[in-house]
């Protein structure tokens, strides 16, 4: 579709409304038929132009090469010819005109302009090859072109007569081949943007006849497809026709008073310029709506999940509670368990130094039988020595004493042996019953220390809850201290307030005896303000006074004491108040 031509598609017959449902689903026929006027535009551009993204996609057969490599060829001649024909004339006319200093500089400035002008074109054609446009590097190219063609007009314009008719056409051909020039770029580069991205939307142009006829409309309708992004122009058509035609529909339903429609169904007009068409601003209120429905769902939703979460902290803090309950009877009877050990350890062990102490007793008496054993051992053995040694002395008597003692003797070697087994067997007695009493001794002794181990337990575990007492004590004897101190300052405060109450109702008596005005009497309460919050002014000078009363009562206080609103007023009265004061009213 060319810029001179008027659109095929732009709107179709059947928009003219019949009512309220006829206007109500305009929008959905234009948002129906969009696609339908998109694809025909398409398809008419592809048929005049070939601008289409299809035949593009492929690649580019040998004559369409060899015609591509033709028209880059004479572009580039183009150029040249451009800047051959221009180059002349603008150094020359740099030279002599602009002031230049030499021809030399005329011609450099030509160059700069020139070669500028190709490097920016070249940039722009490169990027539009990669796919990344510059949208604005044309204008710079088109301001320099234009600055080259009014160079070369120039020119061409006669310095010593006046202007002819053929001078104006001389000077219009100085400027046809740059501008053919940038027309031949700008098409080349919208080639290749084309060619590169055959996908990008094609947005149609506002046709030139329309412009001419209704310019102020048209302007409209190009600054919605620009703001909006709208790039179909019979779609932009087919919305304004259906405004129109809603507009038109109110008008006979108030019959012509469009103050009387409520601002829901004025909406279309309103919402217009913003982009919006007449079924989507009608459907804005209900969309707004379930907007609404949906945000305050969805803060019901949070609300609720808040409380859910609260709830669910408070169980987890109660199961907490109760397993460290848990906990606490378990520790509990642990102790308890292990101090019915520790007792029944006590009893065991003293039951076994009992037991130990009537081994040692037996052990004892043992040892004292079989002592008067061998004392008697010893004394049968002395006796059967001095026997011995009697018949021993006999023998020379007679042969049958000898005999006799013989069997004396062998009597007593038989009871003297067998009083050293009996003492043997006496003494191996002893000694196992000294080593049953070392080993109950051992035994005694661990249960004794096993005992003082417990005992010590059992005093340190008192110890640290008799300090733990005493730091509860402690804490306790603090809590009643500070419960006293605060009451005594809550009297102290509630005292210094009746005293503060007596005074101003002293003062007030004796402000109503003097008959003062209500500036006066607020001018004395505010010097009563600082006397109560420590001023002492009979010990200061009167700026000092100034100062220390401005410090203890704010601009604040006075208002809300005197009860005024403006803070001059408030100012005037401490003013006044430290005149006062300096008077002697504090005395």
Known sequence: MTITEWPRTAAGPALEPSGPDTVSVAPELVSQTSETVSESSEIASDAESGTGSGPLSRRLTGTQTWAAVAIVAAALVLAGI????????????????????????????????????????????LMAWLKRPISWIRYPVWLLTGATVVLNAASGAPRDRGWEPLDYVAAGAHGVVPVLFIVVVELGRTSIDRIVRPEQAERDSIPWMRWALAPIAT?????????????????????????????????????????????DEKLPMTMAPYGYTVGEALAMPAQQARDADERAEQAERERLDAETRRELAQKQALAERAEAQGQLDEVLA???????????????????????????????????????????AEAVRKESE??????????RAAELEWEAAEKRKLAAEADRVAA????????RTVAEARRAAAEADRVAAEILKDAAETRFAATEAARKEAEEEERREAALADIERNRREAADHAKAGAEARLAAAEVERRAAEIEDEAKLSPRQRAVRKVARMALTAGLMPQSLAYEDVHTELCRLVSIADVQRETAVSSTDTASKYRTEAVEILAQGYWA
């Open 420 to 427: 050293a087994e009996a003492q043997a067997i006496e003494t």
């Open 334 to 376: 642990r102790v308890d368990g292990q101090t019915g050990q520790a007792r029944a350890h006590a009893r065991a062990q003293v039951s076994a130094a009992e037991r130990a102490a009537e081994l040692e007793e037996a052990a004892l008496q043992t040892a004292v039988v079989a002592e008067a054993r061998a004392r008697e």
């Open 82 to 125: 451009g800047l051959y024909l221009s180059f002349e004339h603008v150094a020359g006319f740099a030279h002599e005109e602009l002031r230049f200093g030499s021809l030399g500089k005329g011609q450099l400035f030509a160059s700069g302009v020139d070669v500028g002008i190709m490097v920016m074109i070249a940039v722009d054609l």
């Open 219 to 263: 302007a409209q309708i190009f600054r919605r497809m620009k703001l909006w992004g709208i790039a179909s122009y019979p779609e932009m058509v087919r919305r304004d026709q259906a405004l129109i035609a809603y507009k038109q529909w109110l008008k006979r339903t108030y019959s012509g008073n469009l103050s009387e429609a409520t601002e």
């Open 386 to 395: 001095e026997r011995e040694a009697a018949a021993a002395a006999d023998v």
